[in-house]
């Protein structure tokens, strides 16, 4: 990644792609965790867009973070993006993600190939391998090239949440289970390690219990009564907008705290999730 001195603004992005603009690009249109991350630091988008889990009509708020929502256009998500409402917005710069093997994610292939021969685009890569640390990296390292600050505070805050999360983690380590409600009958189980942010936990030394292996290479797909039969101390469900409500699946005892698997990539957001996870271990903990 380079800015050049003449004006030009260049970008190489995680698919090994150079993106070059004339100019420092200011209209920035993103996917919706990702636009958020960039508002933490200080870059507020034109618009953002979902992927096709999410609701075409309206954002998911578990993915927004601070993002200005009645002020903010939303193109839709997934098959039912309005390329042309996108283009029509005048963007100079398209922010997107691939969770490997450079597939634009949330946009479909011809959507991507037709709106990268118009508009620069950069794809960061958030898939496996990933460590949450490299992925904010990398991000950072886009908002710096667009002409965003350090923010020492925001810095501050994730160091002293990570000091936290270790402490709470403690030599006795309570069993976390991270997991998406499919259904009724159904619950997917997270692998710990095929996630960024569950990975750095484990990192900070939270127990986070692993299910069996067997298919799937990010979900265990399982019933309730064998994910209640691994004894959970406190439970990480996902709040997106395409899990199911936990309800009292794994009984009205066992504690449980939102989890949002597409964290915006910020210091603030990774600090405030640190910082909850912490708080809920300091509760639980014997």
């Not at 992005?13 to 636009?35: E, F, I, K, M, Q």
């Not at 991350?37 to 578990?62: E, N, W």
């Given at each position: 990644?380079?800015?050049?001195?003449?004006?030009?603004?260049?970008?190489?992005?995680?698919?090994?792609?150079?993106?070059?603009?004339?100019?420092?690009?200011?209209?920035?249109?993103?996917?919706?965790?990702?636009?958020?991350?960039?508002?933490?630091?200080?870059?507020r988008p034109v618009g953002i867009f979902g992927s096709a889990h999410d609701d075409p009509a309206l954002p998911d708020p578990a993915k927004t973070g601070s993002l200005p929502l009645t002020a903010l256009p939303y193109f839709g998500a997934g098959p039912a993006l309005d390329l042309d409402a996108l283009l029509a917005a005048r963007p100079d710069l398209v922010v997107a993600l691939t969770y490997g093997g450079g597939q634009v994610y949330g946009i479909d292939p011809e959507a991507a190939k037709h709106l990268e021969e118009q508009v620069p685009l950069v794809v960061l890569d958030v898939g496996g391998g990933r460590s949450l640390t490299g992925i904010r990296d990398r991000l950072t390292a886009l908002a710096r090239s667009l002409g965003a600050a350090p923010d020492s505070a925001a810095d501050a805050e994730l160091t002293a949440a990570e000091r936290r999360l270790t402490a709470a983690a403690g030599p006795v380590r309570p069993r976390v289970l991270a997991l998406s409600p499919a259904g009724p009958d159904s619950v997917h189980l997270a692998r710990p390690y095929a996630w960024p942010d569950l990975a750095a936990l484990a990192g900070f030394g939270v127990g986070l219990v692993d299910p069996a292996p067997g298919q799937g290479a990010n979900w265990a797909t399982t019933t309730w009564a064998e994910a209640a039969a691994l004894e959970p101390d406190l439970v990480l469900t996902?709040?997106?907008?395409?899990?199911?409500?936990?309800?009292?699946?794994?009984?009205?005892?066992?504690?449980?705290?939102?989890?949002?698997?597409?964290?915006?990539?910020?210091?603030r957001e990774h600090a405030r999730f640190h910082t909850a996870v912490a708080e809920a271990l300091e509760a639980v903990r014997p």
């Amino acid at each position: 990644m380079a800015q050049r001195a003449g004006g030009n603004w260049e970008f190489t992005d995680d698919r090994d792609h150079l993106v070059r603009a004339a100019r420092r690009p200011s209209r920035l249109v993103a996917y919706v965790p990702t636009g958020a991350a960039l508002h933490d630091h200080g870059i507020r988008p034109v618009g953002i867009f979902g992927s096709a889990h999410d609701d075409p009509a309206l954002p998911d708020p578990a993915k927004t973070g601070s993002l200005p929502l009645t002020a903010l256009p939303y193109f839709g998500a997934g098959p039912a993006l309005d390329l042309d409402a996108l283009l029509a917005a005048r963007p100079d710069l398209v922010v997107a993600l691939t969770y490997g093997g450079g597939q634009v994610y949330g946009i479909d292939p011809e959507a991507a190939k037709h709106l990268e021969e118009q508009v620069p685009l950069v794809v960061l890569d958030v898939g496996g391998g990933r460590s949450l640390t490299g992925i904010r990296d990398r991000l950072t390292a886009l908002a710096r090239s667009l002409g965003a600050a350090p923010d020492s505070a925001a810095d501050a805050e994730l160091t002293a949440a990570e000091r936290r999360l270790t402490a709470a983690a403690g030599p006795v380590r309570p069993r976390v289970l991270a997991l998406s409600p499919a259904g009724p009958d159904s619950v997917h189980l997270a692998r710990p390690y095929a996630w960024p942010d569950l990975a750095a936990l484990a990192g900070f030394g939270v127990g986070l219990v692993d299910p069996a292996p067997g298919q799937g290479a990010n979900w265990a797909t399982t019933t309730w009564a064998e994910a209640a039969a691994l004894e959970p101390d406190l439970v990480l469900t996902d709040v997106r907008g395409n899990a199911a409500p936990l309800g009292d699946a794994l009984g009205p005892h066992v504690p449980t705290l939102s989890w949002n698997p597409e964290l915006p990539p910020s210091a603030r957001e990774h600090a405030r999730f640190h910082t909850a996870v912490a708080e809920a271990l300091e509760a639980v903990r014997p």
